[in-house]
Nanobody, 121 residues
């Protein structure tokens, strides 16, 4: 059974940091592109960061310089290090996996359950 399980969300003050983790099971992790999406209330789900099987990365303009995506293939885990957090980063963050170009939204067809990130002002 393919499963993605996110952890690390929570409440943080503006300017603070959080690290999200996503543990994958039931798939050949090293062959998959991995992405982090977020969805704020009333907004569409957006791709904020992605990493290819080879380690190439993509970031949305809104998080460039503040977020860092990384993966540990030995642990079947992808991370999202978030810094300089802003209230507008408040959202549910979802981990996603797929086979295809890592920067394409349509690549991702396996989803985690999401983890809430709340940034207070």
């Amino acid at each position: 059974q393919v499963q993605l399980v996110e952890s690390g969300g929570g409440l943080v003050q503006a300017g603070g940091s959080l690290r999200l983790s996503c543990a994958a099971s039931g798939l050949t992790f090293g062959s998959y592109a991995m992405g982090w999406y977020r969805q704020a209330p009333g907004k569409e789900r957006e791709l904020v960061a992605a990493i290819s099987s080879g380690g190439s990365t993509y970031y949305a303009d809104s998080v460039k310089g503040r977020f860092t995506i990384s993966r540990d293939n030995a642990k079947n885990t992808v991370y999202l290090q978030m810094g300089s957090l802003k209230p507008e980063d408040t959202a549910i963050f979802y981990c996603a996996a797929g086979v295809g170009p890592y920067f394409w939204r349509s690549t991702y067809d396996i989803w985690g359950q999401g983890t809430q990130v709340t940034v207070s002002s």
